[in-house]
């Protein structure tokens, strides 16, 4: 079982930058890690996707070109650079973890473990 742990989250303005941090440990198991967010009322939905190995990413078209999913394999760390935020991107922000090996081709049911959150704020 792979341990998340997000922290980064905040307020922020509109039009301004946010990095969260996603740490990683027991991370044999893990070869895709994934942030996805989740806003009150809706349903959680993916952001972007990262393999460990390779470092291919894939992102959502609401957040592509917006921001940047990286890893430092070393320190077992993944991030997500916002940047441009809008209102709409407020959400808590989850990173997941899965044994699948293309960030493309992981649905987000095959991401088994999570991270407890970090919320962000985007203020108009």
């Known amino acids: 079982q792979v341990q998340l742990v997000e922290s980064g989250g905040g307020v922020v303005q509109a039009g301004g930058s946010l990095s969260l941090s996603c740490a990683a440990s027991g991370r044999t198991f893990s070869n895709v890690m994934g942030w996805f967010r989740q806003a009150p009322g809706k349903e959680r939905e993916f952001v972007a996707a990262?393999?460990?190995?390779?470092?291919?990413?894939y992102y959502a078209n609401s957040v592509k070109g917006r921001s940047t999913i990286s890893r430092d394999n070393a320190k077992n760390v993944v991030y997500l650079q916002m940047n441009s935020l809008k209102p709409e991107d407020t959400a808590v922000y989850y990173c997941a973890s899965s044994p699948r090996r293309n960030p493309e081709m992981t649905p987000s049911t095959a991401f088994n473990s999570w991270g407890q959150g970090t919320q962000v704020t985007v203020s108009s």
């Open positions: 990262i393999s460990w190995t390779e470092g291919r990413t």
